[in-house]
């Protein structure tokens, strides 16, 4: 049994590496590699894992750390900013979504209310383990549409526990009013338990694992909280990967949160690989060929309302029809845990063997789709809300937003994005006497900084409209700070379109989007790893005395040509040691003249130190006030502080001359 798990294992992984190497060379995401590899390995593809029950655990395990590592990255404050987003935005798109699909089953379908309802269920929840694997990878979590999805899916992931509780009352089996309050209440007892551990607990039980400085308890300590947590929310009825969640949550509010992250990500990795694998060997290949266009039709009908709903609930959440349009599209497929619920609806009879089978089929569809259709999502979007109907929801939409764009205003700079970029730059342009004005699609940061009197206006810069009533005809700079890379592609093109002549400065967290960004009419463009690059050599060149205007030199360089210097990996032609070869054994020194110093009461032309130790003073410290460059009768006192040059041995050797009598030897000779 052992040895045939092992082989199942060694086949799993190697067909899997060969479908994601293969698909990576056209540039298809891996979640798809994953799922296709599970289609050709399962029972009903080429049967070389013939039995699914064997990597299930596995998957079980990879989707727990997966939610794990999600909830590291969400601390409570975190959480607590996604508030619209969790309350208004999920209730609306599950309420939604479930209404919409429980209309069609009833009357279109002629099903039953309750195998209705249990169908809304189903396509209500999207899959959490492939849009944020998504989002992580495209750097797009911090975005205005990733926000949204991301509080949308938790909302989704909470409702999987009454959905469970559920199961049995529709089908008819029991599992009354006061089962489902109790359930409720351990629900609410467990969440309140989290935040009193994430406050108290866990950040006292890790520092006295830190303390221990071993590496391996630490490891195996932030596992145990991450699987007994999720064990223990599992044993009170709840999943094991909302227990992961709340686990990642506890940690996050640790200084040993990054740690965490480090340590497990290669376990996570692996494991949830394995989980789209086991969903792809669900899927029956048999019955899709038979099946083909009633499955392509649901498929259809499965992303088509789920974009709207979705799309509309983020609207309903404060976000412009793009980004709404974007989230949409983001969640328009079936969710990982609508199988858990599938299972149990069948069980329950509430779901036949053919509508098992169709709802497998068109579920794993949408996820291969999922990567495809998040790729496509900016340009959709962009697309969609240029047409007639959308652009006037965009505008009635926004004339229900408090206060007006600028007037009569000229010379300003346009700040897109209110983030720490903007919110610095805001600043040196207030205290400079320079005017500006703000444009961000946070609704509550707008709201904040109105309050502020910060003159900051809600909407959203890919509008050519909008941009016009910040007045980017009469502007003299646009600078974009924001997230979402599509958006800032679209913001410059229109920019530029607008105002040919108009200075554009981009910060870009991609490398990638240096060279098409000025193509697009950037004037400049500020990826921030290279200029992390630059702080670092900067500082680097100047521990080791290299002059200021080499170093200067060198981050021109860096910089002109859109950091082409760096993207092509090439150091500059002239090593550095051949620049500052004079100055490499060249140290600095202080010394305090003291009250019994034979230096006090003499002037600098006095000491001869230059002449006698070949060491330079270039300043003195006297109280607050410094001289620097002081001249050659500058008189010294009890209590200066002097400031000497030149190298190690001299400033020795001088140190022990102004300790001694020489050069009041020297002096009374001459």
């Not at 932030?222 to 699987?227: D, T």
């Not at 496509?376 to 206060?403: C, D, H, N, T, Y």
Request: with cysteine.
């Amino acid at each position: 049994m052992e040895l045939e798990f092992l082989k199942a294992l060694v086949v799993i992984f190697g067909v899997s590496a060969f479908v994601v190497f293969i698909l990576g060379r056209l540039n298809i995401p891996s979640i798809v590699g994953f799922l296709i590899a599970g289609i050709i390995l399962g029972p009903h593809g080429f049967g070389f894992i013939e039995d699914v029950h064997k990597v299930e655990l596995l998957a079980e395990i990879g989707v727990i750390l997966l939610m794990f590592t999600i909830g590291l990255e969400f601390s409570m404050r975190n959480l607590m900013m996604l508030r619209a987003q969790v309350i208004g935005g999920g209730i609306m798109q599950v309420t939604l979504t479930t209404g919409l699909v429980v209309l069609l089953s009833f009357f279109f379908l002629k099903q039953g209310l309750n195998a209705a309802i249990f169908n809304g269920f189903l396509v209500a929840l999207s899959s959490t383990a492939i849009v944020l694997k998504l989002l992580m990878d495209r750097a797009e979590i911090n975005s205005p549409h990733g926000r949204t999805s991301v509080g949308i899916l938790i909302f989704q992931d909470l409702c999987v526990i009454p959905f469970m509780l559920l199961v049995p009352v529709l089908a008819g089996d029991g599992g009354g009013i006061k089962e489902i309050t109790f359930t409720m209440l351990k629900a609410v007892t467990v969440v309140g338990v989290v935040l009193f551990s994430a406050r108290w607990a866990v950040p006292r039980i890790l520092h006295e694992i830190v303390k221990s400085r071993s590496r391996e308890l630490f490891i195996i300590t932030i596992i145990l909280l991450c699987i007994g947590t999720a064990f223990l929310t599992s044993k009170l009825g709840l999943s094991l990967a909302l227990g992961a969640f709340l686990a990642g949550i506890v940690i996050s509010e640790s200084e040993y949160a990054s740690q965490a992250i480090s340590d497990i990500l290669p376990f996570k990795e692996s494991f949830t690989g394995m989980f789209f694998i086991s969903v792809g060997m669900l899927m029956d290949t048999g019955f899709l060929v038979s099946n083909v266009g009633t499955v392509i039709t649901v498929v259809c009908a499965i992303l088509m309302l789920k974009t709207v709903t979705g799309m509309l609930s983020a609207s309903i959440a404060g976000q412009s029809m793009r980004v709404s349009m974007q989230t949409g599209l983001y969640l328009s497929q079936v969710g990982e845990f609508s199988f858990v619920l599938a299972v149990a609806g069948k069980s329950a009879g509430l779901l036949t063997e053919y509508a098992y089978q169709l709802f497998l089929s068109s579920s794993v569809l949408t996820m291969i789709l999922t990567p495809f259709i998040a790729s496509a999502s900016p340009s959709i979007s962009a697309w969609l809300v240029s047409r007639s109907p959308m652009k006037r929801l965009e505008q009635m939409k926004r004339s229900r937003e408090k206060g007006g764009y600028p007037t009569k205003r000229s010379g300003h700079v346009i700040i897109v994005g209110f983030g720490i970029n903007g919110r610095n730059l805001a600043r040196v342009l207030r205290e400079s006497g320079i005017p500006y004005v703000v444009l961000e699609m946070n609704a509550n940061t707008v709201k904040k900084m109105k309050e502020k009197e910060e003159p900051i206006y809600y909407g959203d810069g890919t509008s050519a409209e909008i941009l016009h009533k910040m007045g980017i005809h009469k502007t003299k700079a646009l600078v974009i700070a924001i997230s979402d890379a599509a958006a800032t592609r679209r913001i410059v093109q229109i920019a530029k379109h607008e105002n040919p002549v108009l200075h554009i400065i981009v910060r870009t967290r991609y490398v990638a989007e240096v060279d098409e960004l000025i193509n697009l009419g950037a004037t400049e463009v500020i990826p921030e790893e290279f200029e992390t690059s630059i702080e670092i050599f900067s500082k680097v060149l100047h521990h080791y005395h290299i002059p200021r205007n080499v170093i200067t030199e060198h981050i021109d360089n860096v910089r002109k040509d859109s950091y082409n210097v760096l993207r092509t990996v090439e150091l500059p032609k002239k090593h550095l040691s051949e620049r500052h070869e004079f100055l490499k054994d060249i140290e600095t020194e202080t010394y305090l003249i003291r009250e019994s110093s034979k230096a006090d009461g003499h002037t600098l032309k006095e000491l001869h130190l230059r002449a006698e130790t070949g060491v330079t003073i270039i300043a003195v410290q006297r109280g607050e006030e410094i001289y620097q460059n002081p001249s050659a009768n500058f008189l010294l006192k009890t209590g200066d502080v002097i400031l000497l040059i030149g190298k190690k041995e001299d400033i020795n050797r001088a140190i022990e001359y102004l300790e001694s009598d020489r050069f009041l030897v020297t002096k009374y000779y001459l």
